[in-house]
Each structure stands twice: as C-alpha cells, then as structure tokens.
C-alpha cells in the first residue's frame, strides 16, 4: 500500500522521444507535485497541482507537460527529449497547499536517461 | 523563499546525538523552517518542521533560535541507517505558494559504527 507510487523506475531513451512518466498517491491528498533532482543533487520543484488545477509552473520548457486526469495522479508527459533531461524525477503529494502543515510526502523517483 | 546555508557534511558515532546546524538570516515571519532528509536512492522524507517554537516528534528535535535566523536539527540517538543527506528549507506555510520549495545542497550525515 505505497502512498505515493511512480513508474516506471528507471527510463532509458534516445534523443528526441517523448515519454511519460505516471503518478499517483493513495493519502487523499489535494496537491501534487513533480520535482527534479539533477547530477548534483539539487532538488527543484517543477510543477504544482491543486485539485487538478496548475498552481505551481516554475521556469521549466514547455517540453515538460503535467497532466492531472484526477487529484489522485499526475503525470509528466516530455516531449523531444534532451541529454540534459536526464535527471531522478520525484513526484510528491500534500495534505493542502494553503495549510501551514505542509508535510510532502514523495515517491521513489523515476531515472530518466537519455542517450 | 528565504535561502539556507548548511555544512556540506558531518559525520556522526553511531548512539550519539546528531546536531545539524541551519542558517536561515533571510527568514520572513510567516516562513516555517523544514527538514527533510533523502537517504541513497530513495525520495526525500520528511522530519519536522516548526515557526518559532522548539518541536519534538519520533524522529527529531527541532530548536529555532529566538530572532529564528537559524535552527538545529537533533537526532537524539543516531543509527547507521540514519545516514543520509538531511535538507534544510524555508518556505512559507499559509500562501496560495506554500508548496513551492527548491532543496538546497543539504548536509551528508554519516553515521558510522
């Protein structure tokens, strides 16, 4: 009963594919969020939803295209995939983006590759 | 968000107390302060978080100085499995944006035997 799931695991492409990664979390959360965590390390939020509503879209390319088809998943969709896509990609879900208990809770992260 | 300053690493003995120093001098009164931590391979976890108050759950203490400009995080009795990159982060809790947050470098904890 893992609360906040992504698949698939590992991602291995060739330049200029698209590909989607999925999301989903079983805590009943309201928010959810993609984040994306590079070869060093540094972990930057991409993406925010509330209720199936964009409320976070930081400065990422318009390749990268959330879907939330329900509060429970969200989606990366990427489009013509770059060598510096490559990254773990983690998705992660909260209680309320307006509450002041504000605990994230996030998945395994996906390892995207591209060749 | 406010930045935060953290050492890049720390090592701990495995039964001791683990204290994670954070800078936060940039603070604003409604950011909360928020600790998480990522152990290899895995998705960040969450510690604990606080305002202006010391909090104390299962798993840490939080201590926020009084002008909050900086904070400690105390593991009371670290464990080799509590090895990992431990984050430091500022963000604002009551915002229409209180989830928008950027993991800084982070301190490695390494607790060894």
């Known amino acids: 009963d893992t609360a906040v799931s992504q698949t698939p695991k590992y991602l291995v492409t060739q330049m200029g594919n698209d590909k989607s990664i999925k999301c989903e979390q079983n805590l009943g959360h309201d928010t959810m969020y993609w984040y994306k965590q590079d070869s060093k390390k540094f972990l930057k939020i991409m993406f925010s939803y509330n209720n199936k509503e964009l409320i976070i879209n930081e400065t990422v390319p318009n390749r990268f295209s959330p879907k939330s088809p329900d509060k429970a998943h969200l989606n990366l969709h990427i489009n013509s995939l770059e060598l510096g896509d490559s990254a773990v990609y983690f998705c992660?879900?909260?209680?309320?983006?307006?509450?002041?208990?504000?605990?994230?809770?996030f998945g395994p992260g996906t390892r995207l590759t591209v060749l | 968000d406010a930045k935060t300053t953290q050492p890049t690493s720390m090592d701990c003995a495995e039964g001791r107390a683990a204290n994670l120093p954070c800078n936060h001098s940039?603070?604003?009164?409604?950011?909360?302060v928020y600790w998480y931590r990522q152990i290899h391979s895995q998705g960040p976890q969450y510690i604990i978080h606080?305002?202006?108050n010391n909090e104390t759950n299962e798993m840490a203490s939080l201590i926020i100085t009084e002008d909050r400009k900086s904070s400690t995080l105390i593991l009371p009795h670290a464990t080799l499995r509590d090895t990992a990159v431990y984050y430091c982060i500022v963000r604002v809790g009551i915002n229409t944006n209180a989830g928008k947050s950027t993991f800084g470098d982070g301190t490695t904890l390494t607790v060894k035997p």
């Open positions: 992660a879900s909260s209680q309320d983006p307006v509450s002041s208990y504000n605990e994230q809770f």
């Open positions: 606080g305002l202006k």
């Open positions: 940039t603070i604003s009164g409604n950011e909360y």
